[in-house]
């Protein structure tokens, strides 16, 4: 199983860390471990200083695939939610400064969250989609897949010329503007159109 994120997928994100606007995805990777599995706590990790949360839509991978075609993308995903991409975002400014890889600020154990799954139908692809995070109980990131600059179909056209698609694997797909730090003991809550699809506290 792989774990494909997209950075960069919201213009107002971009502009937030001072990004340009990509021309095509920008995709990175995060191993099967970076997966929080239920019922684990999630830890504060002891190599950072600014923990930040980034919400966004999470697809997942229901068919083996290689140069997908955009119009047949669709049928290559069943299952979405909503996720967060933790990022250790003082390691990820310096490790960005110096031209060097992300991993040790994106890809570490636990990075990945994925919400409850919900199943894809044809009807939910047909409107935009609005996902929402609150930290302890306010809103502070709202998302809508109409504004990603690459949508579900072009993100897959585009994995797909570079790296086969596997069955269960997740594809992050980029999260809208809002980004923050969290703190222990912080609680954050992601959702769906209006149903809480994830609850978890930073122990
Ligand atoms: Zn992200």
Same mark, same amino acid.
């Given at each position: 199983?792989?774990?494909?994120?997209?950075?960069?997928?919201?213009?107002?994100?971009?502009?937030?860390?001072?990004?340009?606007?990509?021309?095509?995805?920008?995709?990175?990777?995060?191993?099967?471990?970076? +997966?929080?599995?239920?019922?684990?706590?999630? &830890?504060? %990790? !002891?190599?950072?200083? $600014?923990?930040?949360?980034? @919400?966004?839509? =999470? +697809?997942?991978?229901?068919?083996?695939?290689? &140069?997908? %075609? !955009?119009?047949?993308? $669709?049928?290559?995903?069943? @299952?979405?939610? =909503?996720?967060?991409?933790?990022?250790?975002?003082?390691?990820?400014? !310096?490790?960005?400064?110096?031209?060097?890889?992300?991993?040790?600020?994106?890809?570490?154990?636990?990075?990945?969250?994925?919400?409850?799954?919900?199943?894809?139908?044809?009807?939910?692809?047909?409107?935009?989609?609005?996902?929402?995070?609150?930290?302890?109980?306010?809103?502070?990131?709202?998302?809508?897949?109409?504004?990603?600059?690459?949508?579900?179909?072009?993100?897959?056209?585009?994995?797909?010329?570079?790296?086969?698609?596997?069955?269960?694997?997740?594809?992050?797909?980029?999260?809208?503007?809002?980004?923050?730090?969290?703190?222990?003991?912080?609680?954050?809550?992601?959702?769906?159109?209006?149903?809480?699809?994830?609850?978890?506290?930073?122990?």
């Amino acid at each position: 199983m792989k774990i494909f994120c997209v950075g960069r997928n919201y213009i107002e994100h971009a502009k937030e860390l001072n990004n340009d606007i990509p021309e095509e995805p920008v995709i990175f990777l995060k191993p099967k471990s970076a +997966l929080l599995q239920q019922h684990v706590q999630f &830890y504060y %990790p !002891e190599f950072t200083n $600014s923990l930040h949360y980034e @919400a966004e839509l =999470v +697809l997942r991978v229901s068919k083996n695939g290689k &140069y997908v %075609p !955009e119009h047949l993308a $669709s049928k290559y995903f069943n @299952a979405i939610t =909503v996720g967060i991409d933790f990022t250790a975002r003082d390691l990820q400014t !310096e490790l960005k400064k110096n031209g060097l890889p992300w991993e040790k600020a994106k890809a570490w154990d636990n990075s990945a969250v994925a919400g409850e799954w919900l199943e894809v139908t044809p009807d939910m692809l047909k409107k935009p989609i609005n996902f929402s995070m609150a930290l302890n109980g306010e809103i502070v990131q709202k998302g809508i897949s109409a504004d990603m600059i690459f949508s579900f179909e072009q993100i897959i056209a585009n994995i797909s010329q570079y790296f086969a698609l596997n069955i269960g694997d997740l594809i992050f797909t980029g999260t809208p503007a809002g980004v923050g730090e969290c703190v222990v003991g912080d609680e954050l809550s992601g959702y769906f159109e209006s149903r809480k699809v994830f609850n978890l506290e930073v122990k």
